[in-house]
T-cell receptor, first 116, second 108 residues
Framework: GAGVSQSPSNKVTEKGKDVELRCDPI?????LYWYRQSLGQGLEFLIY????????KSGLPSDRFSAERTGGSVSTLTIQRTQQEDSAVYLC??????????????FGPGTRLLVL | GQNIDQPTEMTATEGAIVQINCTYQ??????LFWYQQHAGEAPTFLSY????GLEEKGRFSSFLSRSKGYSYLLLKELQMKDSASYLC?????????FGPGTRLSVLP
């Protein structure tokens, strides 16, 4: 029984480079969420996918951020031209049906991104 | 904006009961999440309230009043392992808004 997995677990990159973060949700879960948490800060919501529906991108911090979900399963979060303020832990979570239902969200271990 | 307010720090004694309050703006509100996060770890989902009232899950209970824009997380029979940050988050349509988190310290 696999949980939510994320890769890479750690990523160090140089300012200006592009990075791609991956999330594999629990099999069969239709809802997938991306969050980030900067050092010592609270959680910040980024984007949410419900099945194959187009997501609301208004939570993404800038146009350098994009996310997609292929086939209603795996999701990738891409950050272009990374900046030092992008350094954070990027967390992915999934749930069976979505946030209109009272159900558990399961978090992955996160990807720790450090932009030098 | 959609501000979420919760106390930043609380302290309680092992075996006691503690209530962590959270207030949010009601316009467009759909539901209220509570998460637990130990230092250096990913959050763990605790509860999600959509309807008014109290929902109990073992030692943890969560309450919601939609008309008042108010929720609380109640932790009973506190244990040392309950020392963690507790995050309140409100769901609005396609957006989730998190509070700053309440750092709970459980003392022996």
């Amino acid at each position: 029984g696999a949980g939510v997995s994320q890769s890479p677990s750690n990523k160090v990159t140089e300012k200006g480079k592009d990075v791609e973060l991956r999330c594999d949700p629990i099999s069969g879960h239709t809802a997938l969420y991306w969050y980030r948490q900067s050092l010592g800060q609270g959680l910040e919501f980024l984007i949410y996918f419900q099945g194959n529906s187009a997501p609301d991108k208004s939570g993404l911090p800038s146009d350098r951020f994009s996310a997609e979900r292929t086939g209603g399963s795996v999701s990738t979060l891409t950050i272009q031209r990374t900046q030092q303020e992008d350094s954070a832990v990027y967390l992915c979570a999934s749930s069976s049906r979505g946030p209109y239902f009272e159900e558990t969200q399961y978090f992955g271990p996160g990807t720790r991104l450090l932009v030098l | 904006g959609q501000n979420i307010d919760q106390p930043t720090e609380m302290t309680a004694t092992e075996g006691a009961i503690v209530q962590i309050n959270c207030t949010y703006q009601t316009s467009g509100f759909n539901g209220l999440f509570w998460y637990q996060q130990h230092a250096g770890e990913a959050p763990t989902f605790l509860s999600y309230n959509v309807l008014d009232g109290l929902e109990e899950k073992g030692r943890f209970s969560s309450f919601l009043s939609r008309s008042k824009g108010y929720s609380y997380l109640l932790l009973k029979e506190l244990q040392m392992k309950d020392s963690a940050s507790y995050l309140c988050a409100a769901y609005y349509g396609q957006n989730f808004v998190f509070g700053p988190g309440t750092r709970l310290s459980v003392l022996p």
